[in-house]
């Protein structure tokens, strides 16, 4: 989320999430994992964006691509940090599924006939929209996480739990880019399984949960959440050397 280091500093921080199109013509950025994804790339926004802000890394290779960044910027949503400084909760696998749809699926009608669904399946509907320490445990504890939300499967990568994405149609809100994006960063392919609420939810999910779902490789997790620490204490030691005081 944006926020600022304090009233009296002109600098915005932009993290986590596709956000990078919300500070716009801000002056004074500094970006850590956000990502494209949502509104327009303007050229006179491209050359401020890369006139006036600092960019520790960007969410993969496609964000870094259109804002025609080094390619060695593109390392991961920083999402993945809650495998090293939120601890997992230490849960016995109970072989559950979990479903997490996207916060605006979880907020309408589509959302509420969809943890119907997962009712009747006896599968754990998460809402994202709750609480981090409920949200944690729940995802923690399955086997399998089928996700509409691309901080389910960032968050259950992180917790080294196999992943489903699903992309549900009457949902206006979500983006295959940004999904693309973090899929290339973390070397995975974004293959997604199509849900219509209305027509064959239940089926749907039932496929989706024969799948051994997505993880990242080991060596692949473990490099890009070396690579994003190495910049966060970059960022720290920058901000102790007062970079960001003017």
Same mark, same amino acid.
């Given at each position: !989320?944006?926020?600022?280091? $304090?009233?009296?500093?002109?600098?915005?921080?932009?993290?986590?999430?596709? %956000? *990078? $199109?919300?500070? !716009? !013509?801000?002056?004074? @950025?500094?970006?850590?994992?956000? +990502?494209? +994804?949502?509104?327009?790339?303007?050229?006179?926004w491209l050359q401020h964006a890369r006139a006036q802000w600092k960019f520790y890394c960007v969410r993969g290779p496609l &964000?870094?691509?259109?804002?025609?960044?080094?390619? +060695?910027?593109?390392?991961?949503?920083?999402? *993945?940090?809650?495998?090293?400084?939120?601890?997992?909760?230490?849960?016995?696998?109970? +072989?559950?599924? /979990? @479903?997490?749809?996207?916060?605006?699926?979880?907020?309408?009608?589509?959302?509420?006939?969809?943890?119907? &669904?997962?009712?009747?399946?006896?599968?754990?509907?998460?809402?994202? #929209?709750?609480?981090?320490?409920?949200?944690?445990?729940?995802?923690?504890?399955?086997?399998? @996480?089928? =996700?509409?939300?691309?901080?389910?499967? %960032? @968050?259950?990568?992180?917790?080294?739990?196999?992943?489903?994405?699903?992309? %549900? #149609?009457?949902?206006?809100?979500?983006?295959?880019?940004?999904?693309?994006?973090?899929? /290339?960063? !973390?070397?995975?392919?974004?293959?997604? =399984?199509?849900?219509?609420?209305?027509?064959?939810?239940?089926?749907?999910?039932?496929? /989706?949960s024969q799948s051994r779902g997505f993880l990242s490789h080991p060596l692949v997790f473990e490099q890009r959440i070396e690579?994003?620490?190495?910049?966060?204490?970059?960022f720290i030691r920058d901000v102790t050397d007062g970079l960001f005081n003017c």
């Open positions: !989320m944006p926020f600022r280091f $304090n009233l009296a500093d002109p600098w915005l921080f932009v993290g986590i999430g596709t %956000i *990078l $199109n919300w500070p !716009m !013509m801000h002056g004074k @950025v500094v970006v850590f994992g956000a +990502g494209l +994804g949502y509104g327009e790339v303007t050229p006179r &964000t870094a691509r259109i804002l025609q960044l080094d390619p +060695g910027v593109a390392i991961a949503d920083p999402g *993945l940090l809650v495998h090293r400084y939120v601890p997992a909760p230490q849960l016995p696998r109970s +072989g559950s599924i /979990a @479903v997490v749809p996207h916060w605006a699926t979880a907020d309408s009608r589509c959302g509420d006939a969809l943890a119907r &669904t997962c009712d009747e399946l006896r599968y754990a509907f998460v809402d994202p #929209r709750h609480e981090v320490d409920d949200i944690l445990p729940a995802l923690a504890g399955s086997d399998l @996480v089928l =996700t509409e939300s691309l901080h389910g499967a %960032i @968050v259950a990568d992180a917790l080294r739990v196999p992943w489903v994405p699903l992309r %549900i #149609r009457r949902n206006p809100h979500t983006s295959p880019f940004k999904w693309e994006d973090w899929c /290339a960063s !973390m070397e995975l392919p974004y293959e997604p =399984t199509d849900l219509d609420v209305d027509e064959g939810t239940c089926a749907a999910l039932q496929r /989706a690579a994003l620490e190495q910049r966060l204490h970059t």
